[in-house]
């Protein structure tokens, strides 16, 4: 799962990557509302922190920018206002949650759980479903009936990806744009060099499901 944190307060944001990259997330920052709102207008993202009292554009701004563009990633509300009126905004805005600090790490994490649940078709034991597989998004475990097999961190990205797309083809281009970020160096080959891996465990699985490869398109999954 790949996140984007919008956060002014450069120790915070910081502090948060590094504690949901240790949960296995992946993570960007911005430290404005201008730069996160053209982040997050890439649709690479699958939640964004959001704090509200931002630099050069608020963060309800940010928000409004994204919904009007059709941009429907979760979106957590970070902020140190805890008025009724505030919150009541964000989300007739288009928040998902809102979240005021000062908040324990805990229970942001239990929210961004809540929000994958909710829009990604995530289990309550963190576990992805398509076809007669099984991802665990913790232990990075896909497994099929009573096998599994252990991904390595890029397999699994790429499978996270997939499955959360379901039977949408997924461009190379996306692929590497999500695991490597925007100005990598990464071609194409790489990609297929991880493709190659995955489908030599679903072949071990004995799955059903297999990666489709759409010539000069991209993959998606297919039963």
Known sequence: MKLLIIEDEKKLASALSTLLQAENYLVDMSYDGISGLDMALTDLYDLILLDIMLPKMDGLAVLKALRNEKINTPVILLTARNQLEDRVKGLNIGADDYLTKPFA????????KAQFRRHLHITTDDVLNFGDLNFNINTLDLFRKDKSVKLTLKESEIMQLFMMRGKMITPKELIIERLWGYDSDVEDNNVEVYISFLRKKLKYLNS??????????????EV
């Open 105 to 112: 790490f805990e229970e942001l994490l239990a929210r961004i």
């Open 208 to 221: 059903d499901t297999q990666i489709k490869t759409t010539r000069g398109v991209g993959y998606a999954l």
